[in-house]
């Protein structure tokens, strides 16, 4: 492997191992492309939940993605600390995170901050919050396309969900969320016809909803796996999520989003335990492991098999054992970056081959102020 492969650092024995690695001109490039696709900034409404990371919140502002959709109260409190004007908890507000938004919405008045909701015990807590907080909250009507995990389907009672909405005091319609997580077929064509088979109620519900005079200001529209399809529409949201840092996961699957892996987690060699085996410092605390293996790939070994796996320790079977010293560092991608970072305090931040800076993964915990 070259020493100036693109994962190369040239003061690497100053970070210590395992290490969740950022490559800053990676991430750029994924940025710059998410937008391309998107067809303009303001068409994205990227999803923070594979990044967690302040800076990156505030470099999409500055590329003018204003909007940002969110599964905790913290990554909601993250996107208003970095200047977002939008910030959409997509997740039903249960137990006292309706009153935690309402208390962003007094702290960050700058920010509009709005949930989702499937039922009508959900916009009530949302309402009896804001009344009780005296702000303003929104609610997108959280619809079922076909993955069966939370929203409702479109018909009568969706529709009479949207007027429990409207008529909600200190509450705003936003407008409809629906996420076609189900839908990832490697086979662009396939992805394509079930994406667009999946939506043709949505869009038949948002119509019937605009025939009864109600203004569906947006329609926040699929994950990463979609992004393509949805960008060709105009008449919707994107917030793709993994998009920002990639991994080998979708990587391998969806060849047509060419995005490049921007997250590498760093190991090195503990052990060499018999013929063809290597040990590494990489256990299941340092990456998701809720995937078969290989959980992660390594540059510099793509076809090494993982035999185990323990919360400290990743033991690799390779007929190039004898090449790697102890001490000697790898660098591998994950499979779901996702859950991976989340695993780590803090990220290594990669420029121009060197190590240039740490960031804290800022909504890393469930709670950063309210």
């Not at 999409?60 to 409190?77: D, P, R």
């Not at 999946?198 to 796996?225: C, D, M, N, T, Y």
């Not at 993994?242 to 990587?251: H, M, R």
Request: proline letters at 6%; one cysteine or more; aromatic letters at 6%.
């Amino acid at each position: 492997m070259s020493a100036h492969a693109w994962f190369h650092i040239d003061n690497e024995n100053e970070i210590p191992s395992p290490a969740l690695l950022l490559y800053r001109d990676r991430i750029e490039h994924n940025l710059q492309l998410m937008v391309q696709i998107a067809g303009g900034a303001e068409r994205l409404r990227p999803h923070v939940k594979t990044h967690k990371l302040l800076p990156l919140i505030e470099r999409q502002v500055e590329l003018g993605i204003t909007k940002f959709k969110c599964s905790t109260i913290a990554e909601v409190e993250m996107c208003a600390m970095g200047g977002a004007a939008d910030a959409m908890l997509a997740m039903p507000c249960v137990g006292p995170n309706a009153h935690r938004l309402a208390e962003l919405a007094l702290k960050y008045p700058q920010t509009q901050f709005s949930s989702i909701a499937d039922n009508e015990e959900t916009i009530r807590t949302v309402a009896s919050a804001a009344q009780q907080h005296g702000v303003l909250l929104g609610l997108f009507l959280e619809l079922d396309c076909g993955m069966s995990r939370t929203g409702i389907v479109p018909g009568e009672a969706a529709a009479y969900l949207v007027h429990v909405m409207k008529d909600a005091p200190r509450v705003l319609f936003r407008g409809l969320h629906a996420y076609d997580g189900h839908i990832h077929d490697a086979e662009l064509e396939v992805r394509r016809q079930r994406c667009e088979e999946s939506f043709a109620p949505i869009l038949e519900f948002r119509k019937r909803l605009q025939g009864e005079g109600v203004i569906v200001s947006e329609l926040v529209a699929g994950g990463s796996p979609t992004f393509g399809i949805h960008a060709t529409q105009t008449d919707r949201t994107c917030s793709p999520g993994t998009t920002v840092l990639w991994d080998f996961g979708y990587g391998d699957k969806l060849p047509d989003l060419p995005f490049l892996p921007a997250a590498v987690l760093l190991a090195r060699v503990i052990s060499k335990p018999g013929v063809n085996r290597l040990t590494l410092d990489l256990g299941h605390k340092s990456v998701a492991p809720e995937n078969p293996h290989p959980r992660v790939r390594f540059e510099e070994l793509p076809d090494a098999t993982a035999l185990m796996q323990s919360e400290e320790h990743l033991v690799l079977e390779t007929e190039r054992a004898h090449e790697f010293l102890v001490g000697q560092a790898l660098h591998g991608i994950p499979r779901h970056v996702c859950p991976t970072v989340s695993m780590h305090g803090e990220a290594v931040v990669i420029e121009n081959s060197r190590a240039t800076a740490r960031w804290p993964i800022t909504a890393r915990n469930r709670k950063i102020t309210i």
